[in-house]
C-alpha cells in the first residue's frame, strides 16, 4: 500500500475483531492526528474500547491493519506497541494501585527515556499535574478517583508517546473536575505533535474540548467530521450521542 | 531460662531457613497466582549439584554458589518451559504441572544421585559458643545461615525498592496487562522472578542441609513448614513470609523443647489451621489495598 497522508500519527484501517461469536468492531476506520484530539463517541456497547484494545494489541485484530506513522504494528504485542509511542489509559484507569504515585510514573518515563524522551519526564506530569507532585510518596490506592486519573494520564505522557489513547477518562468524575482534566489535556495537546484518540459515552463534553468526532455504533463508523459540526447536527445527536 | 533461650536461638536458626522458602514461594505467588509445589524437589536438586561440588572442591562456599547458579537456571528453564506452556490465567493447570514437576524431580533425583542418605558439610563449626562453662545453641554453622538469608532478603528488598528491573518486576506481578501497557516484557519478568524465587530456594535448601542428611526427599518437612510459614505471612508479603519463617521456627522449637518432637507436624498443622480460621489472609496481606 503507498504511503497516503503522512499527517495521521495513528492510522486505522478496516478494523475488524470480536471476542467468540460477537463481532465488536466492523471493519474500522479512524485517523489520528498530530497536535489534535479526536473524539470516539457512541452508545455502550458500540465498540468504543473494543477499539482501543485492538489499537493497543489487547485483542487480536481478525483484519485489517494499525499503522503507527510508517510503522504497521497489525498484530504487534503490546508491549511492542507502548514501545512504537502508543500509550493506552486502559477503562477504569490502570493505576497500579501497590506503587507509589512517583513509581507509577517511573513506569511510564522508563518506557519514555528508553524512547529516547526527556529525562525530566516525571517532573513535567508534576508541573502539569500538582496534586500528584504533593502525593508522590503515597500508595496509589490513596488517591481520589480524579488524581488517579491525573496519574494515569500523566503516566501514560511520560512514555513520551506520538499517540494517546484515552478510554473514558471522564467515567465517575464530578463534571468539575473532567473539565479541568479535559482543558489541561487541550494545553499539552496545543502546538504539540501528540496525537489523542479520547474515547467517551459523555458525547458533550468531549465534543466541547475535541477537534474531530467519529461516531460508532455496533462495531461500524457512522460518522466522522470535524466535532463542532457533529454538535450541531441534532439528528445525529438524538440517534446517537444521547444529548 | 538458659534453655528457653537455647531453644529461641535454635527456632530462629532453623526459622531463618523456612523465612528462605517462603520467601520463594511467596515470589510465586505474587507473580503468577501459583503455589510451587516442585520448589523443594528442585532446591534439593541444586543442593545434590552442590553436594557434588562441595566433595570435589572441598569448599561450602562454591557449592553454595553453585547451588544459586544453578537455581536461577532451573527457575527460569521450568517458567520458560513447562509453567508457560499451561498458559495464562490457568493457575488450577500450572499448580497440577508443578506437582507433577515435584515428583518428576524427585524421581530423578534419585536416579542420578541415589536414594540413599548422605551427609553434607556444615559451612562451619556446629559447637556453640560458650563462657565460663555455659553453652549457648548458637553456633558459628547458625550464623552462617542467619547472615546468607538476611543477605538474600536486602538483596532482594534492593533489587525490588530500588531498581528499574525491580519496579517493572513488581508492576507485572500487581496488573501483567497494565505493565504491557506501558511497554514492559512482562513475560521475561515472570521468567526473573522464578528465577530468582529458585535461587532462594536453592539457599533454603543448601543451609537447611548444611551439617546434616541429604536424600531426594529430605525437602518435605521444609516445604511444608516453609509453606504454612507464607500463608501466616500472607502469601503476598515477602516481608511476612521473613516473620512467618522465624515465627514458624521458634514456635516448632518450642514445640520439640518442651512438648515433645513427635508433635512438631501436628503443631505444623494446628498452625496452618489456626492461621486459617482466625485470619485467612495472613497476618500480613495488602488485599485490603488491592480491592479498592
Ligand atoms: N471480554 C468480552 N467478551 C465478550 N464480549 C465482549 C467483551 N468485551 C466486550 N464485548 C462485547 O463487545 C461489544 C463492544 O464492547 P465494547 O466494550 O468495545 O463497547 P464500548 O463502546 O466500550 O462500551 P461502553 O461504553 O459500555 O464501555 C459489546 O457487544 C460487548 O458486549
Ligand atoms: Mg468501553
Not at chain 1, 500509550?87 to 510514573?105: C, D, F, K, S
Amino acid at each position: 500500500m503507498s504511503a497516503p497522508a503522512t499527517t495521521a500519527a495513528l492510522r486505522v484501517t478496516g478494523l475488524t475483531a470480536g471476542y467468540g461469536p460477537v463481532t465488536a468492531l466492523d471493519g474500522v476506520d479512524v485517523t489520528a492526528g498530530p497536535g489534535r484530539i479526536t473524539a470516539v463517541l457512541g452508545a455502550n456497547g458500540a465498540g468504543k474500547t473494543t477499539l482501543l484494545r485492538t489499537v493497543s494489541g489487547l485483542v487480536p485484530a481478525r483484519s485489517g491493519s494499525v499503522h503507527a506513522g510508517d510503522v504497521d504494528l497489525t498484530g504487534a504485542a503490546p508491549e511492542r506497541i507502548a514501545r512504537a509511542g502508543i500509550a493506552h489509559v486502559p477503562e477504569g484507569r490502570g493505576v497500579i494501585t501497590e506503587l507509589t504515585v512517583e513509581e507509577n510514573l517511573r513506569l511510564g518515563a522508563l518506557l519514555g527515556k528508553a524512547r529516547g524522551r526527556t529525562d525530566t519526564a516525571i517532573d513535567d506530569v508534576y508541573a502539569m499535574f500538582p496534586p500528584l507532585a504533593e502525593r508522590r510518596r503515597r500508595d496509589a490506592h490513596t488517591l481520589s478517583g480524579g488524581e488517579r486519573q491525573m496519574l494515569v494520564i500523566g503516566r501514560a505522557l511520560a512514555c513520551g508517546p506520538d499517540v494517546l489513547l484515552l478510554d473514558e477518562p471522564s467515567l465517575g468524575l464530578a463534571p468539575r473536575v473532567v473539565a479541568q482534566i479535559f482543558e489541561l489535556l487541550r494545553e499539552r495537546v496545543e502546538g504539540s505533535r501528540l496525537a489523542v484518540l479520547l474515547v467517551e459515552q459523555n458525547a458533550r463534553s468531549a465534543l466541547s474540548v475535541a477537534d474531530i468526532g467519529v461516531v460508532l455504533n455496533l462495531g461500524r463508523v457512522v460518522a466522522s467530521a470535524p466535532a463542532a459540526e457533529l454538535a450541531a447536527d441534532d439528528a445525529l445527536r438524538h440517534a446517537y450521542l444521547g444529548f | 531460662m538458659l534453655q528457653f533461650v537455647n531453644t529461641l536461638l535454635t527456632g530462629l536458626g532453623q526459622g531463618a531457613v523456612y523465612a528462605a522458602f517462603a520467601l520463594a514461594l511467596v515470589l510465586i505467588w505474587r507473580s503468577t497466582r501459583v503455589v510451587n509445589f516442585a520448589q523443594g524437589a528442585m532446591a534439593a536438586f541444586t543442593t545434590y549439584l552442590a553436594l557434588l561440588v562441595v566433595e570435589s572442591t572441598g569448599s561450602w562456599w562454591v557449592g553454595l554458589l553453585v547451588a544459586l547458579a544453578s537455581g536461577l537456571v532451573l527457575g527460569a528453564g521450568v517458567e520458560r518451559v513447562v509453567v508457560r506452556r499451561v498458559g495464562p490465567h490457568n493457575e488450577l493447570g500450572a499448580v497440577i504441572v508443578t506437582l507433577g514437576l515435584f515428583v518428576a524431580l524427585q524421581a530423578l533425583a534419585s536416579i542420578l544421585f541415589g536414594a540413599q542418605f548422605r551427609s553434607f558439610p556444615a559451612p562451619a563449626g556446629l559447637e556453640g559458643f560458650s563462657r565460663g562453662g555455659v553453652t549457648i545453641a548458637l553456633t558459628p554453622s547458625m550464623l552462617i545461615t542467619v547472615g546468607a538469608v538476611a543477605v538474600v532478603l536486602l538483596g532482594l528488598v534492593a533489587l525490588f525498592r530500588f531498581t528499574d528491573v525491580g519496579l517493572r518486576m513488581r508492576a507485572s506481578a500487581f496488573d501483567g496487562e497494565v505493565a504491557r501497557l506501558l511497554g514492559v516484557p512482562v513475560g521475561r519478568m515472570l521468567t526473573l522472578g522464578w528465577a530468582l524465587a529458585a535461587l532462594v530456594g536453592s539457599l533454603a535448601g543448601v543451609l537447611i542441609a548444611g551439617g546434616s542428611l541429604v536424600w531426594p526427599a529430605y525437602m518435605d518437612t521444609v516445604i511444608v513448614n516453609g509453606f504454612v510459614a507464607a500463608v501466616l505471612g500472607g502469601l503476598d508479603s515477602p516481608g511476612g513470609a521473613v516473620v512467618g519463617g522465624l515465627a514458624m521456627g521458634v514456635i516448632l522449637a518450642l514445640v520439640t523443647g518442651y512438648v515433645g518432637s513427635d508433635l512438631v507436624p501436628l503443631a505444623a498443622l494446628a498452625v496452618l489451621v489456626a492461621v486459617l480460621l482466625v485470619r485467612p489472609q495472613g497476618l500480613f496481606a495488602r488485599t485490603a489495598a488491592r480491592r479498592v
